[in-house]
Every structure is written in C-alpha cells, then in structure tokens.
C-alpha cells in the first residue's frame, strides 16, 4: 500500500489490523498538525520544596485534532518517534516554548527555568545542537534556562557521538535533565558518565511514596545519590500533602504534580503564577 497525495486516509490492505489502520491515520494527520496549528504547548510548574517557590515549568505537547479524539502524547509521540516526524515536531516545541518564557520575563512574571522533553529520534536523526543553538538565539532566552529531559533510552547505546552531543549541548550552557529515573536499566553507570544536572525521579515511585515503605527507602536513595552527583531532584507526580512532606523531609529539591497544577494551557498557566505568588 502507497499513500497517494492529499490528507485522505488511502492506506489499505487486506486484512490490515485497526491498529495498524489507527496508527498509519495518526501518522498522515500529524504530518500536518503543526501547518493546521493543532499543536499546543502546555505548562506544568515546578516548586521549589523549601521555599515554595515557582521555580519553572515542564513543557508538554497536546493535540487538539478531534477526527482522532485528541490523543495524548503517551498516543502520538510514540508514532511522531517511529515516523521520524518527532524531528520537526520537537524543533517547533523548542521554538516556541523559548520564545513563550522569554514573553513571560518581559510581561513581569517571574524568571523561570524551562525544561523540554526530548525524544532520543532527535539526537540520531535530527540536529538537536543546532536547534538548540537556534532556538536560544531566536528566543533571546538565556541558555542556563532551558533545561533538556532525556529519558534513559538513549543512553542505552551508549556512543561516542551521543557523548559528543551531550559536551556541545553542555557548551551551550544548556541543563541536562535524566528524566524517568529509576524505570529503565543500568541507571548508576549513566550518572557517572553523562553530565546531568538534574535527576527526575519517576511519579510511580511517587506514587505509593506515603502508603509504601519501599518507595519511600527506593526514593530516599535516589535522592541521596542525586546529591552525591551534585545534581538537582526533582519529584513528579505529587499529588498529595503527605507525598510532599515526605520528599521536604529527605531533602527533594523540587516538586510538580497535580498537588500544585496540572499542565496548563499558556494563559491559564500565568492565571494560576499570578495567584499563586499572591498566595
Ligand atoms: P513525562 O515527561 O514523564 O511527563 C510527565 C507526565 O505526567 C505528563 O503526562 C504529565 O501531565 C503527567 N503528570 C504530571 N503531574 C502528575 C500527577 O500529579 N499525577 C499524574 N497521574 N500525572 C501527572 P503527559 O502530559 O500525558 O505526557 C506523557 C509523556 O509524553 C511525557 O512523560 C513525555 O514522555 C511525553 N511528552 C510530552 N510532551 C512531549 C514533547 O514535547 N516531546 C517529547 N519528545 N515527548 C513529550
Ligand atoms: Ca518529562
Ligand atoms: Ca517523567
Ligand atoms: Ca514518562
């Protein structure tokens, strides 16, 4: 089967799967989400622990394409990776989330620190050091703002040209975030050799931190060693008082989760900022 112009669905085959259907009918709509302006940036904050303080804010994509019901990013950015169309997508994300924080230091809000969820396809395929560098120049936005969050699946194939990556990006003054910490493997070895700023460890150790003892030791020594690397923690998924008194009590540096907002669209997040600091 051979797709033939236009944005009709004209992928068939006998017997296709409706996945398979689904999957290949997301593909060719996400090829045209951002000319069809579909795509939004949503902001969730992220509280400084001790001082309880809006310290910045994690990007997350949404599509608002209602022939597919808006599928969230746990749907779409699976087949935006497989697809390669993440490369472009995620250059538009950066693009434009530098240039929403720097709008925001000019219009009074607080200076805040931005970090961007980055898909492994973008190291391999695309060239996330120049689109990095653009965006930054673009923007105006001061590299120590921009925080990048990788999960550890890239570091899985551990090269020498991923590790080139990560020293240019670092040369940019860029921050490195090892997002999803403790769900994949071999997590130690990573913290040595790549350079990280920060350490997110992952909401389902969160999750059962107040009603499990085992979360709460698994999170106590990742935080432990998130420090003993010099590196930020951060927690996400607090969605409780007793999860975050938890984390302030073993020294977690910062906090996101339902328990403050969920991820906002951009005028209703500085809705949510500007009450907050009022609070
Ligand atoms: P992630 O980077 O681990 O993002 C955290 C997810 O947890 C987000 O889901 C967020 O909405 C959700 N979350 C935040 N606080 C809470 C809470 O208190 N409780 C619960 N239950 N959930 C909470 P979301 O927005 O659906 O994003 C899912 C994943 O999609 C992200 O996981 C990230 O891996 C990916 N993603 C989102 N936006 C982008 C993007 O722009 N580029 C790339 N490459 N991936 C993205
Ligand atoms: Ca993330
Ligand atoms: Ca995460
Ligand atoms: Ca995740």
């Known amino acids: 089967a051979k797709e033939?112009?236009?944005?009709?669905?004209?992928?068939?085959?006998?017997?296709?799967?409706?996945?398979?259907?689904?999957?290949?009918?997301?593909?060719?709509?996400?090829?045209?989400?951002?000319?069809r302006n579909e795509l939004n940036l949503y902001f969730q904050p992220v509280i400084h622990l001790q001082s309880n303080t809006l310290r910045g804010v994690e990007v997350l994509l949404r599509w608002q394409n209602a022939n597919l019901n808006n599928p969230g990013p746990d749907q779409f950015i699976p087949v935006a990776e497989q697809s390669g169309l993440i490369v472009g997508?995620?250059?538009?994300?950066?693009?434009?989330?530098?240039?929403?924080?720097?709008?925001?230091s000019k219009s009074g809000l607080p200076q805040l620190t931005v970090a961007i969820n980055i898909s492994a396809k973008q190291f391999?395929?695309?060239?996330?050091?120049?689109?990095?560098?653009?965006?930054?120049?673009?923007?105006?936005?001061?590299?120590?703002?921009l925080e990048l969050e990788i999960?550890?699946?890239?570091l899985i194939n551990d090269t020498p040209e991923i590790r080139d990556t990560f020293a240019q990006l670092k040369n940019l003054g860029v921050h490195l975030s090892l997002d999803d910490f403790g769900t994949g493997y071999a997590s130690l070895s990573y913290l040595k050799r790549y350079p990280f700023d920060t350490l997110k460890i992952d909401r389902s150790f969160v999750h059962d931190i107040d009603s499990c003892n085992d979360s709460v030791t698994l999170t106590n020594a990742i935080i432990a060693m998130g420090h003993s690397f010099n590196m930020t923690v951060i927690a996400e998924g607090v969605e409780n008082l007793?999860?975050?008194?938890?984390?302030?009590?073993?020294?977690?540096?910062?906090?996101?989760?339902?328990?403050?907002?969920?991820?906002?669209?951009?005028?209703?997040?500085?809705s949510w900022a500007t009450r907050y600091a009022e609070m």
């Open 4 to 35: 033939k112009g236009g944005d009709r669905f004209s992928f068939y085959e006998e017997g296709m799967s409706s996945e398979t259907e689904l999957r290949l009918e997301m593909e060719n709509q996400l090829r045209h989400a951002i000319d």
């Open 89 to 104: 997508i995620g250059k538009w994300v950066l693009e434009n989330a530098c240039k929403q924080i720097v709008s925001w």
């Open 124 to 145: 391999t395929d695309g060239d996330i050091v120049e689109n990095v560098r653009y965006a930054l120049q673009q923007s105006g936005l001061p590299a120590a703002q």
């Open 151 to 154: 999960t550890e699946g890239l």
């Open 242 to 270: 007793n999860q975050r008194r938890i984390l302030r009590e073993r020294h977690c540096d910062m906090i996101q989760g339902f328990l403050y907002s969920p991820p906002l669209p951009a005028e209703q997040f500085v």
